[in-house]
């Protein structure tokens, strides 16, 4: 019985690790996204200081207009590059993310199926179908999470390109 507690040790001590990994990767990339973002806000900040000097000295109406439409022009490329540099790291995250579950669902199921293997082995249940099933269940379902993290890769990155062409 000591063989079969050890065991399950050992599968939730490579489940709390592969859960720090993911916290881990989740707080390093919100910090990245706060510094992008609190970067852009202070920048924004001091150009609209500026701007709010230089339109104070402006007496042409026609000088004016040109001040205010460089600054929106400028205002808005500043935040379409933060929200493409956020739209990136949620890219990485998202494909980091993908792989680290998708090697704990293999690793995973490969370990569970190996502990069932030994849990049966003392059993008289002789019954090779069921292990089978069971197999094949952990396969499909790791088949069908890797298909759906390339999907949603694939999209998300067919939208960050779309929003780069745009931009051109």
Same mark, same amino acid.
Not at 75 to 84: I, N
């Given at each position: #019985?000591?063989?079969?507690?050890?065991?399950?040790? %050992?599968? !939730?001590?490579?489940?709390?690790?592969?859960?720090? /990994?993911?916290a881990q990767l989740s707080i390093e990339n919100s910090q990245r996204i706060m510094e992008i973002q609190v970067t852009t806000a202070k920048r924004l900040f001091?150009?609209?200081?500026?701007n709010a000097k230089a =339109?104070?000295?402006?007496?042409?109406p026609k000088n004016m207009m040109e001040l205010r439409a460089n600054y929106a022009q400028s205002t808005t490329?500043?935040?379409?590059?933060?929200?493409?540099q956020i739209a990136e790291i949620?890219?990485?995250? !998202?494909? %980091?993310? &993908?792989? =680290?579950?998708? %090697?704990? =669902?293999?690793?995973?199921? @490969?370990d569970m199926f190996?502990?069932? !293997?030994?849990?049966?082995?003392g059993m008289p249940i002789s019954d090779q179908n069921a292990l089978g099933a069971m197999q094949t269940a952990m396969d499909t379902t790791?088949?069908? +999470? %890797?298909? #759906?993290?390339?999907?949603? @890769?694939?999209?998300?990155?067919? +939208?960050?390109?779309?929003? @780069?062409? &745009? /931009?051109?």
């Amino acid at each position: #019985m000591a063989s079969k507690q050890e065991q399950m040790n %050992e599968l !939730q001590k490579k489940n709390l690790e592969a859960a720090m /990994r993911l916290a881990q990767l989740s707080i390093e990339n919100s910090q990245r996204i706060m510094e992008i973002q609190v970067t852009t806000a202070k920048r924004l900040f001091e150009e609209g200081v500026e701007n709010a000097k230089a =339109l104070s000295s402006v007496k042409d109406p026609k000088n004016m207009m040109e001040l205010r439409a460089n600054y929106a022009q400028s205002t808005t490329e500043q935040m379409l590059a933060c929200a493409r540099q956020i739209a990136e790291i949620t890219a990485s995250t !998202q494909a %980091e993310f &993908g792989k =680290l579950v998708g %090697e704990q =669902l293999t690793s995973g199921s @490969t370990d569970m199926f190996e502990a069932m !293997q030994k849990m049966f082995k003392g059993m008289p249940i002789s019954d090779q179908n069921a292990l089978g099933a069971m197999q094949t269940a952990m396969d499909t379902t790791r088949a069908a +999470f %890797e298909q #759906m993290t390339r999907a949603s @890769t694939e999209a998300f990155q067919a +939208f960050t390109q779309q929003g @780069t062409r &745009g /931009r051109r």
